[in-house]
């Protein structure tokens, strides 16, 4: 008897359990937190994400597993997919649900209330009570900004650069409070609008506590055994990526070189589909030093060592070719999934026709730290680049 009890409690939860989470998700008010407006992201989407908005606007849905419940529980990235025209999107929340919570948590203190206080009117507080003035909301209340790469650097001029154009964008009464919100929670939304130069997928807008950007397609994980001349296709790419976000006006340091952050579109083009961690550096700040900042793999052997204060503080610095070279393509690359690098397997004769081609990748990857010699990293990125478009010109994909 009890243990039909038992089994009759476990199948009650089970009923339960299936009832709501094997539902479909609706993208509502409840699933875009617009209670938290103004500290979300934005509303200029809403017309095309929020069931309860009756317009005329085609509306974006969630397709494959991403349209039901249950992906709540086990989606811990926030990261949904789903279709606008029929054309593939991706729906970011742009933080777990803890992270969230932190941010609101941290909002209530700033504007001296108790954790659970009504965040729409704190952030309104907060920013009332400085005028509206970001980078003096940014100095008075660190804390809300802690793990921000954004202001790492703190340099006026690339915060301006994004908020100037996030007004492009935004122009509603409200601005300043979804900014400062990206930037506290996540600024993924601020670069891929501020640097339309290819690299990033496009952003389509936000509404509430959710963004929605292009879908790109596979990521170099899963095209981790795809024919080689396509891989080294990627890899130069991604040289050309770390070339261009090492100079120019504004620097961007990528700390996260995973190889699921990069992604590859139906035309070959290699993107970063994670923008949240970067370091925006201004190199013309008064003061910075001049020489070139070496990063010399300092801190672990498997990961990404890195110092804010060096990045932060030079003109220029190597740091974009060590991720590359030494986070994906060397022999010893950091991914667990393709541990032995993204160009692993060469073919015959591209070994014999390219001896150093190899080699180069390790010098580009390879902390130097041990010895005298200031590595030449820069040269040998240029070198493989170089190495790489000869093989792919005689394959005719140069």
């Known amino acids: 008897m009890r243990r039909r009890k038992t089994w009759l409690v476990y199948g009650s939860l089970l009923l339960i359990l299936l009832i709501v989470f094997c539902w479909p998700q609706k993208l509502d008010d409840n699933f875009l937190e617009l209670s938290t407006c103004p500290a979300c992201y934005g509303q200029g989407l809403c017309p ?36 606008s025209n029929s054309m593939p999107v991706v729906l970011k929340k742009l933080a777990h649900d803890s992270e969230l919570h932190e941010y609101n948590t941290k909002l209530c203190k700033a504007n001296k209330e108790g954790d659970n206080c009504d965040v729409s009117l704190a952030i309104k507080s907060v920013l009332a009570r400085n005028s509206l003035n970001i980078a003096q909301v940014i100095n008075r209340y660190p804390h809300i900004f802690e793990t921000s790469e954004g202001v790492k650097c703190n340099h006026n001029r690339s915060l301006y650069n994004l908020y100037e154009n996030y007004m492009n964008i935004d122009s509603g009464p409200y601005q300043q409070h979804h900014f400062i919100t990206m930037l506290a929670v996540n600024m993924e939304p601020l670069i891929l609008n501020a640097f339309r130069d290819g690299w990033f997928p496009a952003l389509h807008g936000m509404c509430g506590r959710v963004m929605v950007e292009e879908y790109i397609g596979p990521t170099l994980t899963e095209l981790g055994h795809t024919p080689w001349h396509a891989r080294a296709d990627y890899a130069r790419q991604l040289i050309e990526m770390a070339q261009d976000f090492s100079s120019g006006k504004f620097l961007l340091y990528m700390t996260d070189v995973s190889l ?138 140069a």
């Open 260 to 397: 699921d952050n990069f992604a590859v579109n139906s035309n070959g083009k290699v993107k970063l589909i994670d923008a949240e961690n970067i370091v925006l550096v201004d190199p013309a700040v008064d003061g910075l030093d001049h020489s070139e900042h070496i990063n010399e793999g300092f801190g672990c052997r498997d990961c990404l060592s890195f110092s804010y204060e060096d990045l932060c503080g030079h003109v220029m610095a190597d740091h974009n070719f060590f991720a590359v070279c030494k986070g994906m393509l060397s022999s010893h690359a950091f991914s667990r999934d393709l541990p032995s690098g993204l160009l692993h397997d060469p073919p015959g004769w591209v070994r014999k026709e390219h001896p150093r081609l190899m080699s180069l990748i390790e010098e580009c990857a390879r902390p130097e730290s041990h010895t005298s010699i200031v590595p030449q990293r820069r040269q040998a990125a240029a070198a493989l680049h170089t190495q790489l478009m000869q093989v792919l010109h005689k394959l005719g994909r």
């Open 48 to 83: 095309a994400v929020n069931e309860n908005e009756y317009t005329g606007t085609p509306k974006i849905n969630l397709v494959g597993f991403s349209k039901w419940k249950i992906m709540k529980l086990i989606n811990v990235k926030n990261v949904y997919y789903g279709q």
